[in-house]
């Protein structure tokens, strides 16, 4: 196989805190107003990335975001140095410095949409930055995410990073809403495009807003030139999933080569859902591996407490597949019990790996939302040398850093103080020089 998968994860900035901004994030808002731990948040990430690479997979890092984000606060009025404009927008605000202080840039499922040269009509890697527009803390984040990726995959022969979608109301989350079905990796597969909403019609929901817009799934498909051949399905989240906690789709439902691994209610007509994906997967010469979890052996609530289905489906590079689960999933008996059943089906997924992401998940994050998926040849992963890639020795390189540079405690209040900031940019600048990436920063590019 020509093409493999590269595990993109977003390093935990200095800034990791619960702020509990995010609505409709059960977890944010449980642990809203906590004591967090940066270090040991970003310690646990890496520890991740460490278990993929000696399981044979090509991992790549994407680093933290500037925050606080001065360039906001500057365009809002506050003036003076750094230190002026912290401190101004803590008497002014506290809640608007929390907001731009957020370290949500490490999960890097909702950075962009990705889709892989098999699929695109111009043969080119394509990405789309998410533009986050639900939540100005994640809003802020699309021109920084575009200039990361526009460093990383700067070969314009090989990758298109294409404008965020426009419009506010056309809300974009990234590949936390879109999966991918293909028989392999380097094969022309089915982009699955989950909206909760449409931006022009008026909210049903009974208790959480969808994030999603058809619109921008639609405008996402379409900049990748992927309705030619049936590249390209939309359907619609299911408000009860999101109801239940299920923000975005990736906290239901998961995916990888030719399996899609989800719970009963993530969808809105399911049925209908499943004989499609079935006939358009067969246009294309192979049947999808539909794993779905029954309301009776696994509710809503424990598929949302436990994160299974936020795990990540990743190809072993012998053969078969694994999932990488918090381990959340294994002290939820139900979700335990809905994992052996997939392993004891002899199916593609062969094993399951358990591990230690609280800090993340604390904020509603787990494996799959620190990750963003990205399908390359060869040819084109040699075209991003050894930018963001890292091995043993960068891993370790990285961990230095955080040991030396981040907090063990931070709460809400630490956010003003003006030297967290001058921390985090020191950090920045060291995790920049390890990964090869340049001036990617506001501070970095003046």
């Known amino acids: 196989m020509n093409a493999v998968e590269v595990n993109f994860d977003g390093l935990v900035g200095p800034t990791h805190n619960y702020g509990g901004l995010a609505q409709g994030n059960l977890a944010a808002a449980a642990n809203e107003g906590s004591v967090s731990n940066p270090r040991e948040a970003a310690l646990q990430g890496l520890s ?19 925050r606080p984000h001065v360039t906001s606060l500057r365009k809002m009025g506050f003036g003076g140095n750094d230190a002026d404009v912290i401190r101004g927008a803590s008497r002014a605000s506290p809640l608007l410095l929390a907001n731009v202080s957020s370290a949500s840039a490490m999960w890097t499922a909702n950075a962009a949409t990705v889709s892989p040269s098999a699929d695109t009509g111009d043969g080119l890697v394509h990405f789309t930055p998410a533009n986050l527009s639900s939540h100005f803390h994640r809003a802020i984040e699309a021109e920084t995410t575009s200039r990361i990726l526009s460093a990383i995959f700067a070969d314009a022969s090989k990758f298109v990073v294409n404008t965020p979608v426009p419009f506010a109301t056309f809300g974009d989350e990234g590949a936390a809403n879109h999966c991918r079905l293909s028989a392999s990796h380097d094969e022309r597969g089915v982009e699955l495009f989950v909206y909760g909403r449409s931006a022009f019609a008026k909210s049903d929901a009974i208790r959480f807003v969808a994030r999603q817009a058809m619109e921008a799934s639609h405008v996402v498909a379409t900049q990748h030139q992927l309705w030619n051949g049936g590249g390209a399905v939309l359907v619609k989240q299911a408000q009860a999933a999101i109801d239940a906690g299920a923000f975005h789709n990736d906290v239901v439902a998961v995916s ?17 859902l499943v004989e499609g994906l079935k006939r358009v997967c067969g246009l294309k ?34 053969g ?35 591990l230690n992401l609280r800090q993340s998940m604390r904020n509603g ?9 990205v399908v390359l040849t060869q040819e084109e ?14 891993i370790s390189a990285l961990e230095q850093i955080v040991k030396q540079r981040y907090r063990d405690q931070l709460a809400i209040a630490d956010l003003a103080d003006p030297a967290l900031l001058d921390e985090s940019r020191t950090a920045l600048d060291e995790i920049g020089r390890v990964l090869g990436l340049g001036a990617v920063h506001d501070f970095q590019r003046v």
């Open 381 to 394: 992963l040699g075209a991003i040398g050894s930018r963001a890639i890292v091995d043993e020795g960068r």
């Open 48 to 66: 991740k990335m460490r278990a993929l690479v000696r399981m044979g997979l090509t991992q790549g890092v994407l680093p933290p975001h500037e």
């Open 320 to 354: 078969g597949m694994a999932l990488i689960l918090p381990s959340e999933a294994e002290d939820t008996a139900r979700a335990k019990a809905f994992v052996d059943r997939v392993l004891a089906t002899n199916g593609p997924i062969r094993e399951a790996h358990y």
């Open 365 to 373: 994050g787990g494996p799959a939302c620190l990750r963003l998926r």
């Open 285 to 318: 010469g192979f049947e999808p591996v539909l794993l779905e979890a029954a309301s009776e052996e696994l509710t809503l609530d424990q598929a949302v407490k436990s994160y299974l289905f936020n795990s990540q489906i990743v190809s072993l590079p012998e």
């Open 256 to 272: 990888n080569g030719n399996v899609l691994m989800f719970h009963a209610q993530a969808f809105e007509q399911k049925d209908a």
